[in-house]
């Protein structure tokens, strides 16, 4: 083995043309999906004060907004909805006319080549916050698992090319690919949040989403920090069931998972850098702590340097400026 003074690391870090040159990760615009938050009303663009440049918009507000962004370049976007009125059944998730509906039919027609995907769960649509339907202080599995397959079959009916099932809810992706194959949508791939954590770092995204439990918390479905085995179990079992796409969440905090994820399952996988990872970037650029751009493009190229094939991000706009 060839050592010092042979070697030397330094040889191709010299120029800014040398280091293009061995760049082992590059990123690709085309992997980046945009979380978009939607509501109710016309004109409206709320601005979220937990996550500085972002808002909810109601439709004709969005269409703006993804024209914007599909000028910039940016292919994909989540869809998460803000009902104008909840209950305990979550009916807000799955009415034909639905927030995240009458959105996608309004998209789907101005823009026929953007990827939609949209979040399937309960808890922006339960008066109580919770991913699932509630019998007295638990959440019900089973009862849940129909209104999520409900959901999604809205979801593909009113044009969505992707429905992403985060409730974490024990046979939700085999019950959704059920329903959409039974609906006439065995084409619509499933993106499962399969393993997603009871994170601390969703903070900002209650806000957004308006979607806070009202009581208890989510560590009863959402996974413990502290368990990666149990995450790869989690991941296997949505392959199983049919899931297309596997997702760890939230990204920058589960590297190693995503590493992991990758080797093993070798199947397209996606990553969240969630609402907190975000925010703490941008309250620490605003507070003149650190360099934002620098910050963000070091965060992203770390979870596709980890092994993610897609990033859902904050950043994306902010990404596709610069790319
Ligand atoms: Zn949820």
């Not at 979220?48 to 972002?54: A, T």
């Not at 939609?116 to 019900?140: F, N």
């Not at 995503?258 to 990553?271: N, T, V």
């Amino acid at each position: 083995m060839s050592t010092f003074p042979a070697t030397r690391l330094r040889r191709l870090r010299r120029t800014d043309r040398l280091r293009s040159l061995v760049r082992e990760t590059r990123l690709d615009l085309a992997d980046f999906v945009m979380p978009l938050f939607v509501c109710p009303g016309e004109g409206v663009t709320h601005p979220l004060e937990g996550l500085p440049g972002i808002a909810q918009r109601s439709v004709d507000a969005l269409v703006d907004e993804v024209e914007t962004l599909a000028a910039l370049g940016v292919s994909a976007v989540l869809l998460f909805g803000i009902p104008e009125e909840k209950d305990e059944e979550a009916s807000g998730a799955y009415e034909e006319d639905g927030i995240v509906q009458r959105a996608l039919r309004e998209l789907r027609l101005r823009f026929p080549d953007l990827v939609l995907a949209t979040d399937v769960c309960l808890c922006e649509y339960t008066s109580h916050g919770h991913c699932g339907i509630v019998r007295g202080e638990e959440i019900d599995n089973d009862a849940s698992l129909e209104l999520l397959a409900r959901t999604a079959v809205s979801h593909a009916e009113a044009g969505a090319d992707i429905v992403a099932p985060s409730d974490m809810m024990d046979g939700r992706v085999a019950g959704i690919r059920k329903a959409l194959d039974a609906g006439g949508f065995s084409h619509v791939p499933i993106m499962s949040y399969a393993a997603k954590f009871a994170s601390a770092f969703y903070g900002p995204f209650r806000e957004a989403a308006g979607s806070t439990p009202q009581f208890g918390d989510r560590q009863t479905y959402q996974m413990a920090v502290s368990n990666g085995d149990e995450a790869m179990k989690e991941i296997q079992l949505d392959l199983d069931e049919g899931a297309d796409i596997v997702m760890v969440k939230p990204a920058g905090p589960c590297l190693d998972l995503i590493r992991r994820a990758k080797e093993r399952f070798g199947s397209p996988l996606g990553a969240y850098q969630v609402s907190g990872e975000y925010a703490m970037i941008k309250a620490a650029a605003e507070r003149g702590m650190l360099d934002e751009t620098k910050a963000m493009w070091e965060s992203v190229t770390a979870i596709h340097r980890a092994g993610a094939d897609i990033i859902l991000t904050y950043f994306a706009p902010d990404l596709a400026e610069q790319m």
